[in-house]
């Protein structure tokens, strides 16, 4: 719906920690056990452009981490050239351009022969915080996660890339204990 929205010229903005749940939640009538984690506030930009959005700017949202430090081949250690990414490198693309709270861009992923492994590099204290726990935000970057996965899967789908979602952890060493395999993209 997002992508929709933006498709049709229309401004979008992920609200995750800054708006009141308990009013969300009512109005959309909301069970026990029923998470909201996010919103999007969907609108005309005051500038189509996007540059006089403050807030945007003041999280850097513009910048995005460098391509060999979000993608790699068969571990950790060894960043994965543009070149080496076949077809799916726009997909990969995609995904380094996509939109993370507060800019995080928590999302890694590993080549390994068809598959290509998504893990969440999480950034210490975010979600853990004095400010998440107070404010009882849920686990934004498990939503930036899912935004990865939508942005590589809708590209690949344009592609005419075949593959599908599998959920079976690799015997891949994570380079430390903020690193959580997520799921993994396997190519047909």
Same mark, same amino acid.
């Given at each position: 719906? =997002?992508?929709?929205?933006?498709?049709?010229?229309l401004?979008?903005?992920?609200?995750?920690?800054?708006?009141?749940?308990?009013?969300?939640?009512?109005?959309?009538?909301a069970?026990?056990?029923?998470?909201?984690?996010?919103?999007?506030?969907? #609108?005309?930009?005051?500038?189509?452009? #996007?540059?006089?959005?403050?807030?945007?700017?003041?999280?850097? #949202?513009?910048?995005?981490?460098?391509?060999?430090?979000?993608?790699?081949?068969?571990?950790?250690?060894?960043?994965?050239?543009?070149?080496?990414?076949?077809?799916?490198?726009?997909?990969?693309?995609? =995904?380094?351009?996509?939109?993370?709270?507060?800019?995080?861009?928590?999302?890694?992923i590993?080549k390994?022969?068809?598959?290509?492994?998504?893990?969440?590099?999480?950034?210490?204290?975010?979600?853990?915080?004095?400010?998440?726990?107070?404010?009882?935000?849920?686990?934004?970057?498990?939503?930036?996660?899912?935004?990865a996965?939508?942005?590589?899967?809708?590209?690949?789908?344009?592609?005419?890339l075949?593959?599908?979602?599998?959920?079976?952890?690799?015997?891949?060493?994570?380079?430390?204990?903020?690193?959580?395999?997520?799921?993994?993209?396997?190519?047909?």
């Open positions: 719906a =997002v992508l929709m929205a933006a498709d049709l010229g401004g979008t903005c992920w609200l995750g920690g800054s708006f009141t749940r308990s009013s969300f939640t009512k109005r959309i009538s069970q026990g056990g029923e998470v909201l984690p996010a919103v999007v506030a969907t #609108g005309y930009s005051a500038s189509p452009d #996007g540059s006089g959005d403050l807030l945007r700017k003041g999280v850097g #949202g513009d910048k995005r981490l460098p391509w060999e430090t979000l993608f790699f081949h068969e571990d950790f250690g060894k960043p994965l050239p543009a070149e080496s990414a076949g077809p799916c490198a726009p997909a990969l693309e995609s =995904v380094r351009l996509g939109p993370s709270a507060s800019n995080k861009q928590p999302c890694r590993i390994a022969g068809e598959a290509w492994h998504f893990y969440l590099q999480r950034t210490k204290g975010y979600r853990d915080g004095l400010t998440s726990r107070f404010l009882g935000t849920a686990d934004l970057q498990r939503v930036d996660m899912g935004i996965m939508c942005h590589f899967e809708l590209m690949a789908s344009e592609l005419g075949a593959g599908g979602w599998s959920v079976a952890e690799p015997a891949i060493a994570k380079p430390d204990a903020l690193t959580e395999y997520t799921v993994s993209w396997i190519g047909r």
